[in-house]
């Protein structure tokens, strides 16, 4: 361990997935270097959650727990007495200078985050997995959906509808038209097992989803916990992705293989990632995909 020396994520108001990016490039961070881990502030007030009567309130303070992480007075008082350095701007590693007494702070990038910062957490998912998991809260875990099955993420709350012509042009925070959710989803129950299970994640109201609903086989995730989701659909065996970051980080975590919407890629601007493919409305979905699909769906 490399004394005297810090980390601490500064993980915002944003919502959830934005908000993960800083603190999983510490957890990357401080174990490649042996530095100690302050524990974020996840205690955020977030009033659009209630105006637009949100399902998941974004109170995620009362989802963690601290773990190992340096928390209290403790992490106050580092905070306010040690060198600051950030990592955007001057990122110490082991045989660069002297860092004692340092905190590192790790930030989020208003716009384009996951463009700027992913690339730095790639080949890490098991680690920062195990650490998301640690700091969990076991009332939390207990709601996580631990099976194999089909993950379809849903986005509307503070999404905006565009033109389907747009979408294209639209690179995040755009709501996709709930008939590609359901062709996409048919095109996989007619070439994989007839009785897999399929989960909706969304924060969309039951009327918004209910075309996929009526379906055998389909319900939608019971819990109202972000986190929660967001490990259920890293133990998916594929995820019909929306145009967000959410979607984006239940892939990461488990590895799992996605399908986008055309000009939607989750992982396009990464040199490696989880399998992912494009599929519109009138495609179909690979042969080499569905066998990849099947064999994680087997694993039952």
């Known amino acids: 361990m490399t004394e005297g020396l810090f980390g601490y994520p500064d993980v915002g108001r944003t919502g959830l997935a934005h908000s993960l990016l800083a603190w999983a490039r510490c957890v990357v961070w401080a174990e ?27 109170n995620y303070y009362v989802d963690f727990h601290h773990s190992t992480q340096v928390s209290g007075l403790r992490r106050e008082y580092l905070l306010a007495t040690s060198k600051r350095v950030y990592a955007e701007l001057d990122l110490p590693d082991r045989g660069n200078g002297n860092w004692r007494n340092t905190v590192v702070i790790f930030r989020n990038a208003e716009a384009v985050n996951e463009r700027k910062f992913f690339h730095l957490i790639q080949g890490h998912h098991e680690l920062v997995r195990d650490r998301l998991v640690s700091i969990t809260t076991d009332k939390v875990l207990t709601g996580v959906h631990v099976e194999p099955h089909v ?15 747009d979408l294209d042009e639209v690179a995040t925070n755009a709501r996709l038209p709930i008939e590609w959710y359901e062709k996409t989803f048919l095109k996989l129950r007619s070439q994989i097992e007839s009785n897999f299970k399929t989960i909706i994640y969304s924060d969309g109201s039951d009327d918004e989803i209910a075309e996929l609903l009526k379906y055998k086989n389909v319900e939608r995730s019971k819990s109202q916990s972000a986190i929660t ?6 133990n998916a065996a594929v995820i019909v992705a929306s ?42 979905i690979p042969k080499e995909f569905i066998i990849d699909v099947n064999s994680r769906l087997n694993l039952r």
């Open 243 to 284: 145009v967000s970051g959410f979607s984006q980080w239940g892939s990461y975590l488990g590895n799992v293989p996605c399908i986008s919407y055309p000009g939607q890629s989750l992982f396009s601007y990464l040199k490696s990632s989880p399998t992912e493919i494009e599929v519109s409305i009138e495609s179909a």
């Open 229 to 234: 989701d967001l490990i259920s659909m890293s």
């Open 151 to 165: 993950a379809i993420h849903v986005r509307r709350g503070d999404f905006k509808e565009p033109k389907t012509e």
């Open 32 to 58: 490649q270097v042996g530095a100690t881990m302050l524990a974020p502030h996840w205690f955020r007030f977030r009033v659009g959650p209630i105006i637009r009567n949100e399902r998941d309130k974004r």
